[in-house]
């Protein structure tokens, strides 16, 4: 089975739209709490959500490993949105932290693949943790 990762916003409609048995999809990462996105566990039984505040100096990266882990986890059996609130920023960060880890993508290469994909993206570097050895 080839799975599907989908980059969004939480927009109702748009989510109810991604959520049709066209799409496939059974599994969310929200790293939008402000989103309050309470899906019905029955359609949608992979829900995890990273607490991720859309400001410069939030470490995103404290959460790299979380995100990617259960993106691939679930893209085994399903197909994935992964969203912040405007689908520009933090989940594409999460997005390009999966394709660093499983896909061995340089970030740039990874950033790149997802700007064809959707072009409205405006990513954000979010501060690395300064006490991780890189």
């Known amino acids: ?6 980059l ?4 109702c409609w748009q989510v109810s739209q991604l959520l049709d048995s066209a799409n496939g999809i059974k599994a969310i990462l929200t790293c939008a709490l ?6 019905d566990r029955n359609i949608i039984p992979y829900l995890h959500k990273i607490p991720a505040y859309d400001y410069p100096d939030f470490i995103l990266e404290t959460y790299f490993d979380e995100a990617a882990d259960f993106i691939h986890q679930c893209a085994q059996v399903t197909n994935v949105l992964v969203h ?6 933090r989940s594409v960060t999460l997005l390009i932290a999966y394709m660093m880890k499983y896909y061995r993508m340089k ?10 994909r959707r ?11 300064p006490t991780r050895a890189l």
């Open 107 to 116: 970030r740039k290469d990874a950033l790149a693949y997802i700007k064809e």
């Open 119 to 129: 072009p409205i993206v405006k990513w954000m570097l979010f501060r690395v943790n």
């Open 1 to 6: 089975m080839a799975t599907t990762l989908l």
């Open 84 to 89: 912040c609130m405007a689908g520009v920023s």
């Open 8 to 11: 969004s916003t939480p927009n």
């Open 34 to 39: 402000e989103a309050n996105l309470e899906p």
